[in-house]
């Protein structure tokens, strides 16, 4: 069985690969990820935030400046708040690529453009293979329309692929006015591919405490449709690579998402729930499938459910909802 795909220009042996997590966090648990045959290893994010603190406590410490107070950092989270600070990330990517022989996709999370885009460059040079760009952000301020927000976003990849040589992925929520459009507009800026979809996780309400409350609720399967439609919709549109990412738990799942028009399928609330053995597992489950139904290749399989080549296109658009809400 032929599994092999290319994502952002690697050549990976199959598509499973956990997804940015504290999974990489640790040189054991990023070895037992790679014994379980994981294609490649996505780090945790580096925060925007945390960048521009340590930037900010050196200017402190060395630019003399009068009108300038050390309280300003408190604006930030503190530094407990992150497991890896940015040089100990950079450390980080270093030790995992000398202890694993797959590639090692790097992550930056950040929404604005300055100065803490060019520790792309360390990433880069402390030997990532590709990095991923999250560009997690709630335009709750009504200041900015659409197309300014989708706007800063391309200016942040232009930025970005400025810096670095490496392979850069967006990964992106789902919340865009025109997604195809969007996407064509990265890629005017060179991005070599997209993850869909960014999950947000929104605080509750203790309405007794009158308290906001911090929460984590894994995936389901029951979130991989949404993903499924996009990548349909955008495997024939876009020419960047395309990687699935939420709701995938079991090699059937998987196989949707390769059908959809997944190069590539990232895990991670499974392999939380069922530790790095799960993912040869979903890896096991997907063979057999695919064996099962007679499929020779991953190739074979990739795209043939997209928009251009599943049986009635029209489903992926309104037929679909019209015909729930009648039935």
């Known amino acids: 069985m032929n599994l092999k795909t290319t994502y952002l220009g690697l050549e990976l042996q199959h598509p499973l690969m956990p997804g940015a997590s504290p999974l990489a966090d640790d040189l054991d648990s990023v070895r037992r990820l790679e014994d379980a045959g994981a294609a490649a290893i996505v780090m945790r994010s ?63 999370n950040g929404t604005s453009r300055g100065g803490w885009l060019e520790y792309g460059r360390e990433i880069a040079q402390a030997g990532a293979d590709a990095l991923e760009l999250n560009v997690y952000s709630i335009p709750s ?36 006015t025109s997604l195809p459009h969007f996407v064509s507009r990265l890629e005017s800026v060179g991005v070599d591919g997209v993850v869909l979809f960014n999950r947000f996780y929104q605080p509750d309400i203790d309405p007794e405490g009158l308290a906001l409350k911090s929460q984590l609720q894994l995936s389901t399967s029951a979130e991989l449709p949404l993903r ?61 499938w695919m064996e099962e139904h007679v499929y020779e290749s991953l190739a074979q399989m990739k795209g043939s459910m997209s928009r251009a080549a599943c049986p009635d296109p029209s489903v992926y658009e309104r037929a679909n909802y019209m015909l729930v809400l009648q039935g």
């Open 228 to 288: 499924l439609q996009w990548l349909a919709l955008l495997k024939d549109r876009a020419r960047c690579s395309l990687a699935a990412t939420g709701g995938i738990h079991d090699g059937r799942d998987a196989v949707k998402a390769v059908m959809a028009g997944a190069d590539a399928v990232q895990l991670v609330s499974a392999l939380l729930h069922g530790g790095p053995a799960r993912l040869q597992v979903v890896l096991t489950e997907m063979i057999g």
């Open 141 to 176: 301020s009504g200041d900015e329309n659409a197309a300014a927000i989708e706007g800063r976003t391309v200016e942040l990849v232009r930025e970005l692929k400025a810096t670095v040589k490496i392979p850069v992925a967006v990964k992106l929520s789902p919340f865009y």
């Open 46 to 108: 580096l925060f925007e935030e945390q960048i521009r603190r340590e930037q900010l406590r050196t200017f402190l410490h060395t630019e003399p400046h009068g009108e300038s107070f050390a309280e300003a950092l408190c604006y930030f989270p503190r530094p407990e708040a992150f497991v890896l600070g940015p040089e100990e990330y950079v450390e980080h990517i270093g030790r995992v690529k000398r202890a694993v022989a797959i590639p090692v996709i790097a992550s930056l």
